[in-house]
């Protein structure tokens, strides 16, 4: 009996002090929060290994030619397995990403208007990557119909992060790869980025996933060729599968660094 009160004692007091637990110094250590992540646009990779569809040239086509579940299927891979590799438990889903345009997925709930500032809450609970792109990435920002595009681009999106927040999501706007098919700052990716950018001031966007790529242009305006051309094809505008995975590690690395100071873990 005496043996078995002696036990019960130890056993008592290891609780109470700790002991037995799982951390380093005897403590229970809660598993660190799985992130909720969703994939809206174009696929960040493709399984294929080359774009098939991220520069078209009108927005009909655009329309009508969706991401295969394939791409779709290894953007969501390729991004989960970075982030797990950086130490965050990440559930990862692919949400519209089958060539529907930015503008027909805002325009499909209240005419487009953006929610009212008594609708906004605060603690986003999950966060959203998005990558989406003009429906022309060909023509260039001089064209007065893609110029046009541009600005409708920026108010799309800006009601499109306003409404996650709304949702208690935050919204984070994949930066797109710089190309190198027409003179400095008129290309479609140029356009795309500054409206990323103007987008970015009108709401609560973060922009990621830049990656280290050299386009240099003479006196002239003409592109200097370099070995990084040969990563964006024939047409100078089409990222390989060197340059998606690129990115895909930049947004990992900036991903991880927010969940790490959201969550305080490193």
Known sequence: MKKTATAILVSLCLAACGGGGSGGDGSLTPAPKSLKLSLYGQ???????????????????????????????????????????????????????????????????????????????????????????????????????????????????????????????????????QTCDAKPGASASSGLQNALTQASLKSNLSIIGAISLTVAYDGTGNVIQSPDLAHLGADCRTPDAYLLNQRVQAIADSIASQYQATTGTN
Not at 53 to 71: E, F, G, I, N
């Open 43 to 177: 696929p960040l990779v493709a399984a294929s290994g080359t774009v098939a569809h991220a520069q078209l040239a009108a927005r009909d086509l655009a329309a009508s030619a969706p991401a295969t579940s394939s791409d779709a299927g290894s953007s969501v891979q390729s991004l989960q397995d970075a982030l797990v590799a950086r130490g965050v438990p990440a559930a990862v889903t692919a949400q519209v990403m089958d060539g529907t345009t930015l503008h027909q997925i805002v325009i499909g709930e209240n005419n487009g208007l953006p929610p009212t500032p008594d609708q906004f809450k605060t603690d986003p609970s999950e966060w959203i990557v998005v990558n989406f792109q003009l429906d022309d990435m060909v023509s260039t920002v001089d064209v007065p119909s893609q110029a046009a595009a541009i600005q409708q681009f920026i108010q799309d999106l800006s009601v499109f992060v306003q409404r996650a927040a709304v949702s208690g999501k935050r919204v984070f706007a994949v930066q797109p790869i």
